[in-house]
């Protein structure tokens, strides 16, 4: 099984080439955090996601890593490309996000517009969470309503399933040979 496995995994790689790492035979998947900057600087507790992300063995990214890459860089054009290439897109909820997303206004308005035209097509790459720990105070996007949202501050477990695809409760196989 582990060598059947294994060819599934590497056939489903090489489709999706420029999504995964391959580091020691284990697969690292590419995460890509959006999120919203409060009075013109990075929200500290994201970076601090996205390095433990990483410390967890993601290739996960934000915004921020990639200013110093180059002199002048397009925040637009770095973002959509990071959010097509990467496996898993975590969105984090705050109330600034959600103000910039309902006005469409600039990078977050960009990737709300990205984040929904494809979050139905792509149903399992769209991470909704929330850096608070009570569901009732987290401030949602108007068209993002409805959908599931992890609070981090109370289940960061959660993110790792859906990191991972796994899911969170386990149920056995249907029994074919029914017994009476």
């Given amino acids: 099984m582990l060598v059947i496995d294994s060819i599934v995994i590497c056939c489903y790689m090489m489709y999706n080439a420029d999504k995964y790492f391959i580091i020691h035979n284990e697969v690292i998947i590419m995460v890509f955090v959006s999120h ?13 996601l996205v390095a433990k992300l990483r410390e967890s063995g993601f290739e996960a990214c934000c915004d921020v ?30 109330e600034e996000y959600k103000r910039k997303a309902d006005l469409f206004e600039g990078g977050v308005g960009v990737e709300y517009k990205y984040i929904l035209e494809d979050i139905d097509i792509n ?11 009570d569901l009732s105070e987290i401030e949602i996007p108007d068209a993002l309503r409805g959908r599931e949202i992890i ?13 991972e695809d796994i899911r969170e409760y386990q149920f056995p196989e249907v029994n074919h040979r029914k017994r009476l």
């Fill in 65 to 94: 890593m990639f200013a110093g890459d180059r002199t002048s860089i397009h925040f637009k054009q770095m973002m959509a490309e990071n959010m097509q290439k990467s496996e898993k897109i975590i969105v984090v909820l705050s």
């Fill in 151 to 163: 609070c981090l501050g109370k289940d960061f477990d959660k993110l790792f399933y859906k990191l």
């Fill in 36 to 48: 919203a900057w409060i009075n013109g600087k990075p929200d500290e507790r994201v970076l601090k």
């Fill in 123 to 133: 149903t399992k790459k769209y991470i909704l969470v929330s850096l608070k720990t």
